[in-house]
């Protein structure tokens, strides 16, 4: 299995990037997925998630301003962020939990698979 995360970058406040995650070795009904971020000397923090049969859930941080999405097709995961602050500056990770894992979504320990990262800055 292998995430590959790309898209990160420096913004400015109030404006918008969107992350990609392209997944190989994963069969897509049987996981959850998810985007995580961990800023310097924070626990790394769940974002958003995307479960195998298309619901969605949101850190109270980001709800309204990011929205998780995926193409079946091209096996990539996506998160648009937009309206973007300061405090959203961290390393952005994708990550894959077996649809049989139980435990809460934002649990970063219950993922079995996760990118490299990338980075997002967000200037003000």
């Known amino acids: 299995v292998q995430l590959v995360e790309s898209g990160g970058g420096l913004v400015q406040t109030g404006g918008s990037l969107r992350l990609s995650c392209r997944s190989s070795g994963l069969t897509g009904g049987d996981y959850h997925m998810a985007w995580f971020r961990q800023a310097p000397e924070k626990e790394r923090e769940g974002v958003a998630w995307l479960a195998w049969h298309g619901g969605t859930a949101y850190s109270d941080s980001v709800r309204g301003r990011f929205t998780i999405s995926r193409d079946n097709a091209e096996n990539i995961l996506y998160l648009q962020m937009n309206s973007l602050e300061p405090k959203d500056t961290a390393d952005y990770y994708c990550?894959?939990?077996?649809?049989?894992?139980?435990?809460?979504?934002?649990?970063?320990?219950?993922?079995?698979?996760w990118g490299q990262g990338t980075k997002i800055t967000v200037s003000s």
């Open positions: 990550a894959a939990r077996r649809r049989t894992v139980s435990g809460r979504w934002s649990s970063a320990d219950t993922y079995q698979y």
